[in-house]
């Protein structure tokens, strides 16, 4: 008897109210590695389904934002769930949010609801939830975005929908000399020029912050380790802030004169001690390393 394998792909249909967030949600889901497609129709749901199989692991993850815009095709949304979850890995979020609120968003934005037709706001947002209700009832998870901001909300999708080997914040370490200009996508920059530079000590000038006996010349001189503990901690907190409001990517950079000794020497110090935070991949680049 052969064993039953199970179906490799994940299929997340994002369907909900209009003006609860479908979009940031899509953005969010998108940045995790999701395969997203926007505004499907229903009947495209299963051969979007069988490309994602026969594509093997190229595309494991797909989700698809179904929702009021495919107007005639929007009721089959329901029945088509229904035949996708015999055999696939399916789950249905559904985003909602107060009538109170959805009218503040669409006045915001000043866009008229898509089933408003010659009728009030209201009225289409009253239309859709009675459209919607049965899928709401049946979905795998409901998101109330009545009191979310958008980085709240991908927050949110982040917490739910990520693998979890995923990392939280990609961190890149970077070391740069000051003489060759500051680094234009840096969140963060720090002056490591307050230390002696090895430049002028003969026997280390050859060498860079990665050769021992810079690295313990340059952590050795008063101040060091003092900086970099507290330049840690006060990144450490500034990471937890950006997985909070779901800052996905971050360049925190260090300067000194060329970018090769005391750069280079505290970006890997501090680069191993924020490698040990949960949920932040840390790589390291030398922007100027070898220019000299």
């Keep these: 008897m052969s064993e039953t394998t199970q179906p490799q792909q994940e299929v997340l249909i994002v369907t909900g109210m209009s ?3 479908r979009s940031t949600a899509a953005k969010a889901l998108e940045d995790l590695g999701w395969y997203v ?7 495209m749901l299963r051969p979007l389904v069988d490309l994602a199989e026969r594509a093997d692991d190229r595309l494991p993850r797909i989700a698809a934002v179904v929702d009021v815009r495919g107007r005639d095709f929007f009721p089959d949304l329901q029945q088509m769930i229904g035949t996708l979850r015999e055999g696939t890995q399916l789950r249905v979020v559904f985003l909602d949010a107060s009538d109170a609120v959805l009218v503040t968003r669409f006045d915001a934005v000043r866009r008229p609801h898509p089933l408003q037709n010659g009728g009030t706001l209201l009225d289409g947002i ?3 939830r009675a459209r919607l209700s049965e899928i709401r009832d ?8 009545s009191e979310l901001n958008i980085h709240q909300l991908a927050t949110r999708v982040n917490e739910l929908f990520r693998e979890q080997d995923t990392p939280g914040v990609r961190v890149t370490m970077l070391s740069f000399g000051f003489k060759y200009g500051h680094p234009q996508d840096a969140d963060t920059v720090a002056d490591a020029r307050f230390l002696p530079n090895p430049f002028w000590i003969p026997e280390l000038r050859s060498f860079s912050g990665r050769d021992e006996q810079v ?5 050795g001189r008063p101040g060091a380790e003092e900086f970099i503990d507290a330049y840690s901690t006060a990144l450490e907190l500034t ?6 409001e779901n800052k996905r990517n ?6 000194c004169t060329g970018g090769k000794h005391r750069s280079v020497a505290l970006v890997e110090r501090i680069a191993a001690r924020l490698s040990s935070l949960p949920g932040v991949a840390v790589t390291i680049r ?7």
């Design 215 to 219: 690295r313990e010349y340059v952590l």
């Design 19 to 21: 003006g609860a967030g």
């Design 239 to 244: 990471l937890d802030g950006y997985q909070r």
């Design 286 to 292: 030398h922007r100027d390393l070898g220019r000299e």
């Design 250 to 255: 971050a360049t925190f950079a260090i300067g």
């Design 126 to 128: 009253s239309t859709e």
């Design 138 to 145: 049946s979905s795998d998870v409901i998101i109330d975005t």
């Design 37 to 43: 497609v926007d505004n499907l129709p229903p009947q």
